[in-house]
């Protein structure tokens, strides 16, 4: 069982920078294949962003490419989600994921997920 909790949203510019983190609880975390969605009001959520166990893998959606990097820190439990020059368009609840039964997977196919985190960009 992996419990998922992210922070560091909140109300940004446009043009501004973010950094949410993902603390998990439980010893596998490390085993875990990691991703990123996001929902905005009236749309599906969708993957973003995805690291392979190891960090060594990582996939990016078209809308962030460039601007979002994923990370992890297996010592610390932990995902991130740097986000630079975010856009008006980005605004949405933020959720990380765990588990996923392919790669990078979609939202079926994620088996633990945190409650998520609003991100506002205001232009």
């Known amino acids: 069982q992996v419990q998922l909790v992210e922070s560091g949203g909140g109300l940004v510019q446009a043009g501004g920078s973010l950094r949410l983190s993902c603390a998990a609880s439980?010893?596998?975390?490390?085993?875990?294949?990691m991703g990123w969605f996001r929902q905005a009001p009236g749309k599906e959520r969708e993957l973003i962003a995805a690291?392979?166990?190891?960090?060594?893998?990582?996939y990016y959606g078209d809308s962030v490419k460039g601007r979002f990097t994923i990370s992890r820190d297996n010592a610390k439990n932990t995902v991130y989600l740097q986000m630079n020059s975010l856009k008006p368009e980005d605004t949405a609840v933020y959720y990380c994921?765990?588990?996923?039964?392919?790669?990078?997977?979609?939202?079926?196919?994620?088996?633990?997920w945190g409650q998520g985190t609003q991100v506002t960009v205001s232009s």
């Open positions: 994921a765990a588990g996923p039964s392919r790669w990078p997977g979609g939202k079926y196919e994620y088996k633990y």
């Open positions: 690291i392979n166990w190891s960090g060594g893998s990582t």
């Open positions: 439980g010893r596998t975390f490390s085993t875990y294949a």
